[in-house]
């Protein structure tokens, strides 16, 4: 190899670190924090489900509340439902919205799964929540925003809420600690295949 490229290498890579130790080393608050999962891309939900694994590895509790999915099984809940004591799962959603076409019952489920949503963000027994398609519900003003951010901010210092679903609000951005925008670049389903277990069920 050649000596003068590994040389500037571990320079850089000296730098680098040096860099990432300070980051490290002035990240001292240890507090829960609001995760946003937002935008039209595949995986929102995908990634909070692989933090449920991944507090389980660290034998803490999580509480999971669907908005949407209802209608049909998922893989995610079939597996954490293996786990009772350490993952309390609420299916509470009715199917998407263009399938119900009842506004006034996606009103009501969706403040019926916030009822139970604000059982365990009151309750600090619960170290993760996962609020699965909470954004859907806020985009069609089945929920009030400032509501649901009051209700946040009120929740156990040290609870961890992950949020997912397309089009969150503004508001709700601007509150959280760390917000990610999935972006599609392609999907297979605008090549005519259709949803797969494992995949997105």
Do not use: C
């Not at 050649?2 to 002035?26: L, W």
């Not at 199917?95 to 119900?100: K, L």
Request: glycine letters at 8%; proline letters at 1%.
């Amino acid at each position: 190899m050649d000596t003068g490229k590994s040389e500037r290498h571990e320079k850089r890579m000296k730098r680098q670190k040096e860099i990432v130790d300070a980051g490290i080393s002035r990240a001292s608050e240890e507090r829960g924090i609001i995760i946003v999962h937002t935008g039209n891309g595949k995986g929102k939900s995908s990634s909070a489900f692989g933090m449920v694994a991944r507090s389980l590895g660290h034998n803490m509790r999580v509480g999971v509340v669907q908005f949407i999915k209802g209608a049909i099984e998922t893989g995610e809940e079939a597996f954490f439902r293996r786990f009772p004591d350490e993952v309390e799962f609420h299916v509470m959603g009715d199917g998407y919205t263009w399938d119900t076409q009842n506004l006034e019952q996606d009103i009501k489920t969706a403040r019926k799964a916030w009822a139970q949503a604000l059982k365990i963000l009151s309750d600090d027994s619960f170290d993760l929540v996962i609020l699965d398609e909470l954004n859907i519900a806020l985009k069609q003003k089945y929920l009030s925003v400032d509501e649901v951010i009051a209700d946040l901010q009120n929740r156990p210092l040290k609870q961890h809420v992950v949020i997912t679903g397309r089009g969150a609000p503004q508001a709700l951005i601007d509150v959280s600690d760390t917000v990610t925008e999935m972006r599609e670049i392609k999907h297979a389903y605008k090549a005519g295949i259709m949803a797969q277990k494992g995949v997105e069920l």
